[in-house]
């Protein structure tokens, strides 16, 4: 499978992706440059977590009217799977291929830690290598990653099936305390109505070998890439 990993002014964790894709993962990987129009052929389109053009206006705002971007909606628009890690999922949202937006965490500070997460949707492309309700432990670290939408919102999302992943605890409850940004409904990753599409604020990347933070990232890419088999 041949993966792309667009590289915006700011990026920070287009490496990691890389690393764990081709070193770990041994796919095809690529990386697509922001002023390009070209996605060279991928199968699957990363926008990988950071700080595309430093944040300014709002997270991910510029990187939305990228070159790149119109390339990608359109491969989005028609069926390519597309995932957005943290900057990315805002990127996404600020483009409208996601619902949504991702607004300042609760507590005004930047987050860095490991937390727990509950896979609300198994049988989606990012998720289909999970069992319904497991448990991943993944590292957050964002300063703008709470999701917010319209509480009237959160029951489509639910019924539509696009809540993808929540906070909970080590044990899968999910209450205030386990929500480390206060996202609404404790959300912290969703896919669009056709199940191409997700966005997640969690760093699946960061934990793909067992020496480096445990492997509970690597399968939402075992997800990816077993479905394109």
């Not at 081709?22 to 990363?46: A, P, R, T």
């Not at 609300?120 to 939408?149: Q, T, V, W």
């Not at 760093?203 to 445990?214: I, L, Q, T």
Request: hydrophobic residues 35%; contains cysteine.
């Amino acid at each position: 499978m041949k993966f792309g990993i667009v590289v915006f002014p700011g990026s920070n964790c287009d490496h990691d992706c890389h690393y764990a894709l081709k070193n770990v993962l041994g796919q095809d990987v690529v990386y697509l440059w922001h002023k390009s129009l070209d996605l060279e052929s991928c199968d699957c389109i990363i926008l990988p977590g950071g700080f595309s053009y430093g944040d300014y206006l709002r997270a991910g705002a510029i990187a939305a009217k990228s070159n790149i971007m119109s390339s990608v909606k359109k491969f989005a628009n028609s069926g390519g799977l597309v995932m957005g890690i943290c900057n990315g999922f805002q990127i996404l949202q600020e483009c409208g291929l996601l619902p949504g937006t991702l607004i300042k965490n609760d507590n005004l500070k930047f987050v860095c830690k490991n937390i727990h997460l509950r896979i609300e949707n198994s049988s989606s492309p990012f998720s289909s290598s999970c069992k319904e309700k497991e448990i991943l432990r993944m590292p957050i670290a964002h300063a703008c990653g709470s999701f917010y939408i319209n509480h009237r919102d959160v029951k489509d999302l639910e019924d539509n099936g696009q809540v993808l992943l929540r906070y909970s605890s080590e044990s899968g409850n999910v209450t205030n305390s386990t929500n480390p940004n206060g996202s609404v409904s404790s959300i912290a990753g969703v896919v669009n109505k056709e199940g191409n599409i997700c966005g997640m604020m969690p760093h699946p990347e960061r934990c793909c070998e067992k020496s480096f933070c445990g492997e509970d990232g690597r399968k939402i890419f075992d997800s990816i890439i077993k479905g394109s088999r």
